[in-house]
Every structure is written in structure tokens, then in C-alpha cells.
């Protein structure tokens, strides 16, 4: 089964395009673990900046799977966390 987790993450407003790229290191980061046998599946960046708040959104496996693709894209998360839309 798979399900959708938000990676909640800082990001202060005067560094919006960190938002973009940690968005696009997400993305690829989602690929090499898909490749590699991981049920998981970049869905979207949505960044607030008047909260200074990021969150990326994935279709997963497990939160698990979603600590390790930002640990390997480089994004520091606050929490991780099961979504529903």
C-alpha cells in the first residue's frame, strides 16, 4: 500500500529559491530511491513563505522512506507526517 506524507521543513522567506531547489534535489532523490526498489513518488513543493514553513509532498511506502529521500536530497526536515487530500 501507499500512502501520501508531507516532509514539513524551515525555510526563511529571503531564501525562497532554497524552496525550488530542495523541491527539484526532492524529485530526484524520489527517482533514485524508485529506482532502487522504494515504493515512493514526488508529488509537489508548496512553500509558505510568510510562515517560513516548506512542505513536500510524497506518495510512500512508509514515512521511513520519506526520512531517507531527505536525508539524501539534503532537506533538514521539522516532521514527517501521513497526509490526506
Keep these: 500500500m501507499v ?9 526563511p522567506q529571503v531564501q ?6 530542495a523541491g527539484e534535489r526532492a524529485r ?4 533514485a530511491l524508485a ?4 515504493r515512493i ?7 509558505l513563505p ?5 512542505f513536500h509532498l510524497f506518495e510512500a511506502q512508509s514515512a521511513e522512506a ?7 536530497a539534503g532537506i533538514e526536515p521539522i516532521r514527517v507526517v501521513g497526509a490526506v487530500e
Design 3 to 11: 500512502d501520501r506524507f508531507l516532509l514539513e521543513t524551515y525555510v
Design 41 to 47: 513518488r514526488y508529488v509537489r513543493t508548496t512553500f
Design 35 to 38: 529506482d532502487e526498489g522504494t
Design 28 to 31: 530526484a532523490a524520489a527517482e
Design 66 to 72: 520519506v526520512r531517507e529521500l531527505g536525508r539524501r
Design 16 to 21: 525562497a529559491a532554497e524552496a525550488r531547489e
Design 50 to 54: 510568510e510562515d517560513e514553513t516548506c
